[in-house]
């Protein structure tokens, strides 16, 4: 089993990388291979509401001038995603909300490629708006119908200079909790019986609120 992470910090190493690798080196405890894209540094814009990709259904964003559609393939490819962002005004840093915007719209527009897979949330913070950018993670996931998997805390670590975060001592649990538990989620769904009581998908009913 293979999970693909999400750097979305524009530092290579800073604290949401910490966040990530301490969840990954749990997932490598128990067998599963863990790769880390760093997203966070990267120019990507934002979702143009063309809706090319429902038109062309070939699993790819029509601005193909980025890493985005590759991105999109990491995904589809792997058992297991992980986002991480660092804390931008209480939400998720803005190259990584580009990225996932228009993954997750593609993924949709392509019978939902993310369907089923295990995914989870990490959010790096100085002090406040954590649980907010995490919670904004989280949409891209429940609306995917991914599976999402707890820890003993909302998925928050906090630290100020890159490195801090490894004296969050509870933060650090929180993530070291989450990698055993996203483990245990994916032994327990990729087996032949979680498959064969797999529930069939629903075609998405849409609806305007105006008549």
Not at 62 to 72: A, G, L, P, Q, R
Not at 84 to 93: E, L, M, T
Not at 143 to 159: D, F, K, L, Q, R
Not at 192 to 197: G, P, R, T, V
Request: glycine share 8%; charged share 25%; aromatic share 8%.
């Amino acid at each position: 089993m293979k999970v693909v992470a999400f750097n979305g910090s524009p530092k290579k190493e800073g604290n949401t990388y910490h966040a990530i690798k301490l969840v990954a080196d749990e997932l490598e405890n128990q067998g599963i291979e863990v790769e880390i894209v760093h997203v966070g540094n990267k120019a990507i814009r934002g979702c143009m509401a063309c809706g090319a990709c429902y038109k062309s259904k070939d699993e790819q964003c029509i601005m193909k001038d980025d890493e985005v559609n590759s991105y999109i393939q990491l995904m589809k490819e792997a058992d297991g995603v992980i986002l991480g962002s660092p804390v931008y005004f209480s939400a998720v840093a803005g190259t990584m909300k580009s990225f996932l915007d228009r993954a997750f719209y593609v993924s949709s527009a392509n019978g939902n490629l993310l369907r089923h897979k295990v995914g989870a949330s990490v959010v790096a913070v100085r002090r406040s708006g954590g649980v907010p950018a995490f919670n904004q993670l989280n949409n891209y996931l429940n609306y995917a119908e991914m599976m999402v998997p707890s820890s003993n805390y909302w998925n928050v670590i906090h630290g100020s200079k890159p490195g801090d975060a490894l004296q969050d001592e509870e933060g650090m649990q929180i993530m070291r909790v989450l990698g055993k538990n996203m483990a245990y989620m994916m032994k327990l769904m990729y087996t032949k019986e979680a498959e064969e009581l797999k529930p069939d998908q629903e075609k998405k009913v849409a609806m305007s609120f105006i008549r």
